[in-house]
T-cell receptor, first 114, second 112 residues
Framework: GQQLNQSPQSMFIQEGEDVSMNCTSS?????WLWYKQDPGEGPVLLIA?????ELTSNGRLTAQFGITRKDSFLNISASIPSDVGIYFC??????????????FGQGTTLQVKP | KAGVTQTPRYLIKTRGQQVTLSCSPI?????VSWYQQTPGQGLQFLFE???????NKGNFPGRFSGRQFSNSRSEMNVSTLELGDSALYLC???????????FGQGTRLTVV
């Protein structure tokens, strides 16, 4: 089936540290999206990527669309307590049968110690 | 610009009942997709509507259905509720087939 492997599953870091997480798949993606979700809320879009090799930043967040189109990573620099939450990667797989469908990773739970 | 609005935020239903959830997408967006989020399965795609037509459907039983109206608002219906249907149901709004997808706050459904 169509799956995204996201790692790590959880991270517990010190405030000020940098964070890196990634997603990989055996399928080719034409879109990668990164979201953050707080408890009881819907996912909030952080970064969108559309081209292989694309590197995009949003404040302290940087994400890249892998060259093979099968992976993506998200970096958070100089973490702060409000970065706490669950981060999801999501992507659209190439092909008409996948129209409008996002495949999600399992999520990375980030905890930041002040 | 208003975001994606889902109603209601919380629902408690009894097994065997049916439920209807509503989603109003961002103004101008024509694509609405629905997802089920549970601790065990994560976020799973239910279906996607574009200009009142269902374009794609996930691997859920026929008890799960949806529709989209001419103003792009969408509803999803779950009939004959089961305990396992308890989940956070999320709707996402997109301008088209590809591109960014923006989520609502979700509807928390509890089946007892």
């Amino acid at each position: 089936g169509q799956q995204l492997n996201q790692s790590p599953q959880s991270m517990f870091i010190q405030e000020g540290e940098d964070v890196s997480m990634n997603c990989t798949s055996s399928s080719i993606f034409n879109t990668w999206l990164w979201y953050k979700q707080d408890p009881g809320e819907g996912p909030v879009l952080l970064i969108a990527l559309y081209k292989a090799g694309e590197l995009t930043s949003n404040g302290r967040l940087t994400a890249q669309f892998g060259i093979t189109r099968k992976d993506s990573f998200l970096n958070i620099s100089a973490s702060i307590p409000s970065d706490v939450g669950i981060y999801f990667c999501a992507g659209r797989i190439l092909g008409s049968s996948n129209t409008g469908k996002l495949i999600f990773g399992q999520g990375t739970t980030l905890q930041v110690k002040p | 610009k208003a975001g994606v609005t889902q109603t209601p935020r919380y629902l408690i239903k009894t097994r065997g009942q049916q439920v209807t959830l509503s989603c109003s997408p961002i103004s101008g967006h024509r694509s609405v997709s629905w997802y089920q989020q549970t601790p065990g399965q994560g976020l799973q795609f239910l279906f996607e509507y574009f200009s009142e037509t269902q374009r794609n459907k996930g691997n859920f039983p026929g008890r799960f259905s949806g529709r989209q109206f001419s103003n792009s608002r969408s509803e999803m219906n779950v009939s004959t509720l089961e305990l396992g249907d308890s989940a956070l149901y999320l709707c996402a709004s997109s301008a088209g087939t590809v591109g960014e997808a923006f989520f609502g706050q979700g509807t928390r459904l509890t089946v007892v």
